[in-house]
Nanobody, 124 residues
Framework: QAQLVESGGGLVQAGGSLRLSCAASGRTFSNYAVGWFRQAAGRERVFVAAIRRGGGATYVADSVKGRFTISRDNAKNTVYLQMNSLKPEDTAVYYC?????????????????WGQGTQVTVSS
């Protein structure tokens, strides 16, 4: 089973951009569906974006539609979350998750493998 390592979080001003990376060990990462979730302080973890293992189908939450883009480079065993036009309400710990599946997965409990989380803070 792959191990996920996240990077790219940090502090950014409102309106700025960040790109989060989720790198997976193992050469079978191309078989995994991947999702991004976030959890703000005092809030429940919620869905952000998901991508099929082939990379052709994606889905993003309404709250980030038009601002966030999920993509993957299976040759590099990496999934990205490009975050543009960031808002203070995007502040949260962001987690990537993976599941051996050919489907788009958007539910927290559909994923078994999780990264450590990376903090994204958007200042006003």
């Amino acid at each position: 089973q792959a191990q996920l390592v996240e990077s790219g979080g940090g502090l950014v001003q409102a309106g700025g951009s960040l790109r989060l990376s989720c790198a997976a060990s193992g050469r079978t990462f191309s078989n995994y569906a991947v999702g991004w979730f976030r959890q703000a302080a005092g809030r429940e973890r919620v869905f952000v974006a998901a991508i099929r293992r082939g990379g052709g189908a994606t889905y993003v939450a309404d709250s980030v539609k038009g601002r966030f883009t999920i993509s993957r480079d299976n040759a590099k065993n990496t999934v990205y979350l490009q975050m543009n036009s960031l808002k203070p309400e995007d502040t949260a710990v962001y987690y990537c998750a993976a599941e051996l599946s050919s489907r788009l997965l958007v539910g927290i409990h559909e994923y078994d493998l999780w990264g450590q989380g990376t903090q994204v803070t958007v200042s006003s």
